[in-house]
């Protein structure tokens, strides 16, 4: 959870970040242990394009099935979560697949998983 410093704007006076990297998205997951129907909408400050610049709004992270998906260390039980910002169309929805430790292993610019925007191909620890 991130304080604003500055009690002006509309910047809510505790919020989470969201920084548009699969790490922060772990940090979110890490936080909780969703359930299928599980949801959890916050305050977020959103940052990244077109401007790179934060953008205060709500986000919803719901999980809507389990499954197993191909990792670099073979096959993983995972979740599918949809990230969903009420302030904005439902076409801008996205959903991403994470690991039982809340790594992400892949994720979609769309519901329906056609568009892949990443995919976890290797992970180097230490």
Request: proline residues 9%; glycine residues 8%; negative net charge.
């Amino acid at each position: 959870m991130i304080r604003c410093a500055s009690s002006h704007g509309d910047y809510p006076e505790a919020a989470e970040i969201d920084y548009g990297t699969h790490l922060l998205s772990a940090f979110l997951l890490w936080r909780r242990d969703f359930a299928i129907g599980g949801e959890h909408e916050f305050p977020a400050l959103r940052i990244g394009p077109p401007f790179m610049a934060v953008s205060p709004e709500p986000m919803r992270i719901t999980c809507v099935e389990t499954g197993t998906r191909e990792t670099p260390w073979g096959p993983r039980l995972a979740k599918r979560y949809v990230v969903d910002l009420p302030r904005r169309p439902t076409h801008e929805r996205y959903t991403f697949w994470a690991d039982e430790d809340g790594f992400v292993l892949e994720s979609y610019d769309d519901l329906e998983q056609i568009h892949p925007w990443m995919r976890l191909v290797e992970l180097t620890l230490g």
